[in-house]
């Protein structure tokens, strides 16, 4: 049972123009959102996030919005440069007094070009 | 560096030995999380662990896999007798606290290959 789904496996974008990469989740009683950014043998780096009583979070090239009633959740990078090819991962987490385990997406290869 | 630290970076068993990964979690840290990423796939959540206690661990396989965070020294993922389906990256992760808002950090996983 996939509770968190990024349905596009990759996505091609020119340098300058808007990556936007999509998330969707099943799960209700998730209330925080993050989506993170993975090279090549490295670990996820965190990128941004947003908790479920926001819409929307900003900061610099990169957005989130959150959409509750349709639970979606996508992330905007614009511009979009050569140095943000990597594979992207949503995730989400619930209220729990015993850790915020993080449920994970599949990822999105996401590569742009020069 | 006060990143969260896993070693070895990469790590060769045979079927049937015992695999052991190590994590020390950021300064200041004291929530550790075990990931585990096969092939082409995301992360699943295996344990969490606070010192000297394991807080979840609904993600650990029933058998062959535990997990420790001592009073002193890194977090182990140990993997005993292992077998092909062990092959995977493990990824650790360390939060500041267990509140649910506050990002984990990750280290750059320990790549086990299985013989």
């Known amino acids: 049972d996939q509770q968190v789904k990024q349905n596009s496996p990759s996505l091609s974008v020119q340098e300058g123009r808007i990556s936007i990469l999509n998330c969707d989740y099943t799960?209700?009683?998730?209330?925080?959102f993050l989506w993170y950014k993975k090279y090549p043998a490295e670990g996820p780096t965190f990128l941004i996030s947003?908790?479920?009583?926001?819409d929307k979070n900003e900061d610099g090239r990169f957005t989130v919005f959150l959409n509750k009633s349709a639970k979606h959740l996508s992330l905007h990078i614009v511009p979009s440069q050569p140095g943000d090819s990597a594979v992207y991962f949503c995730?989400?987490?619930?209220?729990?007094?015993?850790?915020?385990?993080?449920?994970f997406g599949g990822g999105t290869r996401l590569m742009v070009k020069p | 560096n006060a990143g969260v630290m896993q070693n070895p970076r990469h790590l060769v068993r045979r079927r049937g030995q015992e695999a052991r990964l190590r994590c020390s979690p950021m300064?200041?840290?004291?929530?550790v999380y075990w990931y585990r990423q096969l092939p082409e796939e995301g992360l699943k959540f295996m344990v969490y662990?606070?010192?000297?206690?394991?807080?979840?661990e609904s993600g650990m396989p029933k058998e062959r896999f535990s997990a420790e965070f001592p009073k002193e020294g890194p977090s182990i993922l140990r993997i005993q007798q292992v077998v092909r389906g062990d092959s995977a990256a493990y990824f650790c992760?360390?939060?500041?606290?267990?509140?649910?808002?506050?990002?984990?950090?990750f280290g750059d996983g320990t790549r086990l290959s299985i013989l």
């Open positions: 662990l606070q010192k000297e206690n394991i807080i979840d």
């Open positions: 799960n209700s009683m998730f209330d925080y």
């Open positions: 992760a360390s939060s500041k606290t267990e509140i649910s808002n506050q990002p984990q950090h």
């Open positions: 947003i908790s479920s009583i926001k």
């Open positions: 300064k200041g840290h004291s929530h």
């Open positions: 995730a989400a987490s619930t209220p729990n007094n015993a850790g915020n385990m993080l449920t």
